[in-house]
């Protein structure tokens, strides 16, 4: 029998503490599914999920991140159309002006109340907890859904 399990990937929420609010960094994919996005990626084979986010973070955006904290783990089977995902998400911090690369077909800093609404997978969810966590210092919570 051949088990199948979900492929790992990491998310990082990067603030730009060198700018007033500290907005976080979005990219707009090149590649299907089409749309805005958390920068992030695959976790490859004998990779730690920290240094995966750290060099997905490089590679999308052009910039050296330090991570803050693991904020929570998405793993709804429905998070990406492509394929059953599982997604550490980190908060970062960075300095500096993003360029996209890689798969970013561009890239744009954002406060709360400007986020697109043509987000990819499951970032919407991603945004709103943590936002929620950033302003009221409420952590998602463990859920089924």
């Not at 399990?5 to 590649?31: A, G």
């Not at 803050?68 to 908060?91: A, G, M, W």
């Amino acid at each position: 029998m051949a088990y199948r399990n979900p492929v790992p990937t990491v998310d990082i929420i990067i603030e730009l503490i060198d700018r007033p609010q500290r907005p976080i960094v979005l990219i707009e994919r090149h590649n299907p599914p089409y749309g805005w996005a958390i920068p992030g990626g695959f976790i490859d084979y004998g990779e730690l999920a920290e240094l995966a986010a750290r060099r997905e973070a490089e590679e999308e955006i052009g910039l050296q991140v330090e991570l803050i904290e693991q904020f929570h783990v998405y793993s709804d089977p429905n998070r990406d159309p492509r394929q059953h995902t599982l997604s550490v998400v980190f908060i970062a911090t960075a300095t500096g002006e993003p360029k996209a690369g890689d798969d970013a077909k561009g890239v744009g800093i954002f406060e709360s109340w400007q986020v697109p609404t043509n987000l990819c997978f499951d970032h919407d969810r991603i945004l709103r907890d943590y936002w929620r966590y950033r302003h009221y210092n409420i952590r998602p919570l463990l859920t089924s859904e």
